[in-house]
């Protein structure tokens, strides 16, 4: 039965989301330098697809 009761948690959506992180915290964010002239530095996000 545990085998059972194992395979339905790792299968079901709701388990899934619902499970706490076994991980410690990432840390804090930290701030990216102002750049000193245009095009210095460049960022993108990518998105997709929708």
């Not at 709701?14 to 076994?22: L, M």
């Not at 964010?29 to 697809?49: A, H, M, Y």
Request: aromatic share 8%; net charge negative.
């Amino acid at each position: 039965m545990a085998d059972d009761v194992k395979a339905f948690c790792e299968s079901c959506s709701t388990c899934q989301t619902g499970k706490s992180t076994n991980h410690p915290p990432y840390g804090l964010l930290k701030t990216l330098p102002v750049p000193n002239r245009p095009w210095e530095s460049i960022g993108i996000d990518f998105i997709g697809p929708l």
